[in-house]
């Protein structure tokens, strides 16, 4: 019963345009698509600590002088 009504809505969301298509990737674009992935997680990890040292120095916890260039667009 379950199935049926998964397989159901399945049906519904492919027809009213909701359900991406999957499609296979040639190898480059593999690697491409897995360095992009890469890339990503170690953006947001820098946002994350970037956030978190924000944080920590507004709050007065520490003071650093922090001497990477991105980091004085923080404050």
């Known amino acids: 019963m379950i199935i049926k009504i998964d397989s159901?809505?399945?049906?519904?969301?492919?027809?009213?345009?909701?359900?991406?298509?999957?499609?296979?990737?040639?190898?480059?674009?593999?690697?491409?698509?897995?360095?992009?992935?890469?890339?990503g997680y170690f953006v947001r990890r820098r946002a994350e600590l970037l956030a978190y040292f924000s944080l920590l120095t507004s709050g007065g916890l520490i003071n650093v002088r922090c001497s990477l260039t991105y980091y004085r667009f923080l404050s």
Do not use: H, N, Q, T
């Open 8 to 39: 159901e809505k399945i049906a519904r969301m492919i027809r009213g345009g909701l359900f991406p298509i999957a499609c296979a990737y040639s190898r480059k674009m593999r690697a491409d698509r897995g360095l992009l992935r890469r890339r």
